[in-house]
């Protein structure tokens, strides 16, 4: 059973850093493509940025695009999700996620974390 466990969220003022980690086990994840979501209230879910398992590939939100950077650590099985120049308007649940299709990993990611939280004050 495939698990996705995240870790790093809190609270950091405006035009600071957080770095997310998740850790996933239960499978092999070598054609996968692992990336996160974030959900703010009152808000959908909206993608944030992949990471091709083999890490040739990565992919970005254009609201996060030059402040995140998503990188991976194939022999801990860990994907990392670097946030500078935090912005209040990136306050949300942070989730991390896993899918096997190309096609789905920027909307319908088959696999969830349980999520972290990250506050951005102003």
């Known amino acids: 059973q495939v698990q996705l466990v995240e870790s790093g969220g809190g609270l950091v003022q405006a035009g600071g850093s957080l770095r997310l980690s998740c850790a996933a086990s239960?499978?092999?994840?070598?054609?996968?493509?692992i990336g996160w979501f974030r959900q703010a209230p009152g808000k959908e879910r909206e993608f944030v940025a992949a990471?091709?398992?083999?890490?040739?590939?990565?992919y970005y939100a254009e609201s996060v695009k030059g402040r995140f950077t998503i990188s991976g650590d194939n022999a801990k099985n860990t994907v990392s999700l670097q946030m500078n120049s935090l912005k209040p308007e990136d306050t949300a649940v942070y989730y991390c996620t896993a899918s096997a299709l190309y096609s789905d990993f920027r909307s319908r990611p088959a696999y969830w974390g349980q999520g972290t939280q990250v506050t951005v004050s102003s």
């Open positions: 990471i091709s398992w083999s890490g040739s590939s990565t």
């Open positions: 239960g499978r092999t994840f070598s054609s996968y493509y």
